[in-house]
């Protein structure tokens, strides 16, 4: 089977980082999966003292 990726960054949003809005966080998820989409990993990457700068989401799906 041959698979397609899509990877989705979503930075993280307050005066420090860290907040991420999960009301469009969920819309996009649920947006993607009415398409086809699998979430196969969720990661965040940080800035200085450990907080969230971006959230990163890969999925995938069948070609064809």
């Given at each position: 089977?041959?698979?397609?990726?899509k990877t989705?960054?979503?930075?993280?949003?307050?005066?420090?980082?860290?907040?991420?809005?999960?009301?469009?966080?969920?819309?996009?998820?649920?947006?993607?999966?009415?398409?086809?989409?699998?979430?196969?990993?969720?990661?965040?990457?940080?800035?200085?003292y450990g907080?969230?700068?971006?959230?990163v989401a890969?999925?995938?799906?069948?070609?064809?």
């Amino acid at each position: 089977m041959k698979w397609e990726y899509k990877t989705i960054k979503l930075r993280a949003t307050g005066f420090i980082g860290g907040k991420l809005d999960e009301v469009q966080f969920d819309r996009m998820m649920n947006d993607l999966g009415l398409q086809g989409w699998e979430l196969t990993a969720a990661f965040d990457t940080n800035e200085a003292y450990g907080n969230t700068r971006d959230v990163v989401a890969i999925f995938k799906r069948p070609m064809g």
